[in-house]
């Protein structure tokens, strides 16, 4: 079946630290790959997406790349913010099964 | 044009009362979603619909929990005779028609039961 992985958190950073959010998948066939960001009493955001191998994502200081041969789709920011606390969502749709499938999130806490 | 619009956005109800929760999708979206975030968890998918049909309810609770989205007007997450353990953010989602677009959220609806 299909199934999302994340590297459990909360992951704890200081400000202008580099960030990695570990995502790897498993699908049928050949999904779209997303994270979403969820702030404070918020919904889900759209941050990024990759439709097919070897696309990168980018949005915000934020990328991803897909990569079909370790089914991964890392999230890395080269310096992050104090605002960039939240919580991330790595996602897979397959169009076969047409809905998103998620990962359990992973909590970031970024301190000045 | 508008997001996906969902309300109300907290809703306090008793053990044994109804919840209602409605969401309006991005407009021209034809495809909607139910997603129930419990603490500290994750999203689980609930069901698909589109107009006028339920296309995958395979993570509806069995009892007490239906959904509709009719030809006019929002899309409805209804749950009878709540308990304390449907307490959670429910969030709606709306795609465009075609398979394979991005699906996109609303703000949630967050559930307290007392």
């Known amino acids: 079946g299909n199934s999302v992985t994340q590297m459990e958190g909360p992951v704890t950073l200081s400000e202008e630290a580099f960030l990695t959010i570990n995502c790897t998948y498993t699908?049928?066939?050949?999904?779209?790959l997303f994270w979403y960001v969820q702030y404070p009493g918020e919904g889900l955001q759209l941050l990024l997406k990759?439709?097919?191998?070897?696309d990168k994502g980018s949005n915000k200081g934020f990328e991803a790349t897909y990569r079909k041969e370790t089914t991964s789709f890392h999230l890395e920011k080269g310096s992050v913010q104090v605002s960039d606390s939240a919580v991330y969502f790595c996602?897979?749709?397959?169009?076969?099964?047409?809905?998103?499938?998620f990962g359990t999130g992973t909590r970031l806490l970024v301190s000045p | 044009n508008a997001g996906v619009m969902q309300n109300p956005r907290h809703l306090v109800r008793r053990r044994g009362q109804e919840a209602r929760l409605r969401c309006s999708p991005m407009?021209?979206?034809?495809?909607v979603y139910w997603y129930r975030q419990l603490p500290e968890e994750g999203l689980k998918f609930m069901v698909y619909?589109?107009?006028?049909?339920?296309?995958?309810e395979s993570g509806m609770p069995k009892e007490r929990f239906s959904a509709e989205f009719p030809k006019e007007g929002p899309s409805i997450l209804r749950i009878q005779q709540v308990v304390r353990g449907d307490s959670a953010a429910y969030f709606c989602?709306?795609?465009?028609?075609?398979?394979?677009?991005?699906?996109?959220f609303g703000e949630g609806s967050w559930l307290t039961v007392v």
């Open positions: 996602a897979l749709l397959n169009t076969g099964f047409q809905k998103l499938v």
């Open positions: 407009k021209g979206h034809s495809h």
């Open positions: 619909l589109q107009k006028e049909n339920i296309i995958d």
């Open positions: 699908a049928t066939g050949y999904p779209s």
């Open positions: 989602a709306s795609q465009p028609g075609r398979a394979g677009n991005t699906i996109y």
């Open positions: 990759a439709t097919k191998a070897d």
